[in-house]
C-alpha cells in the first residue's frame, strides 16, 4: 500500500487540488444562498413579530381599530389614530412584503380606514400610501373622503 502511495503522489496531489478547488467553488455558490435564506427567515419573523404587535394594539385598543376618521378630524384622538393607522400601514407594507398572500387579510384592514389614508392633506398626500393600497386591491375613490354638511 506504501508503494502505490508512493507510485501515485504526483495524481494524488494532483486531485487532491482539484477536490479543494470543487469545495471552494462550492462554497462560493452556497454561502450567499445560505445567506440570502438566513436574511429571509429573520424578514420573515420580524415581520410576523409587527404583525403579533399589531394585533395586540387592535385589542388593546377596539376604538382605534372602528374610529371614524371623519369624526375625530380636529380633536386630541387624531394624533393616537394616526400613529395607530401608520402602524397598520407599516405592518401591511412588511407582511405583504413577507408573501403576497398576506394582501386580502391587509386589505381588511386597510379598508376600514379608507377616509383617513385617502385624505388628501394628511396620508394620501404621502409617497407609498397609493401604491401599498394599490397592491391591496384598494384605490381611493370619492366616497372615501370625509363628506363636509354644506347648507344652502
Given at each position: 500500500m506504501w508503494n502505490w502511495l508512493r507510485r501515485n503522489t504526483e495524481q494524488l496531489a494532483a486531485l487532491g487540488g482539484?477536490?479543494?478547488?470543487?469545495?471552494?467553488?462550492?462554497?462560493l455558490i452556497i454561502i450567499p444562498y445560505q445567506v440570502s435564506q438566513a436574511d429571509l427567515i429573520q424578514r420573515d419573523q420580524t415581520a410576523r413579530e409587527i404583525y403579533r404587535e399589531f394585533l395586540n394594539l387592535?385589542?388593546?385598543?377596539p376604538e382605534l381599530a372602528q374610529a371614524d376618521y371623519c369624526s375625530l378630524r380636529g380633536t386630541t384622538e387624531l394624533t393616537a389614530y394616526g400613529a395607530y393607522v401608520e402602524y397598520l400601514l407599516y405592518t401591511s407594507e412588511q407582511m405583504i412584503e413577507t408573501s403576497p398572500d398576506w394582501r386580502a387579510p391587509m386589505a381588511g384592514y386597510l379598508s376600514?380606514?379608507?377616509?383617513y389614508l385617502c385624505d388628501a392633506e394628511g396620508l394620501g398626500a404621502r409617497d407609498g400610501v397609493a401604491d401599498l393600497l394599490a397592491q391591496t386591491g384598494l384605490v381611493c375613490k370619492?366616497?372615501?373622503?370625509?363628506?363636509e354638511n354644506t347648507r344652502p
Open positions: 482539484i477536490a479543494t478547488a470543487f469545495a471552494a467553488l462550492s462554497a387592535t385589542v388593546q385598543k376600514d380606514h379608507m377616509e370619492p366616497e372615501n373622503t370625509c363628506q
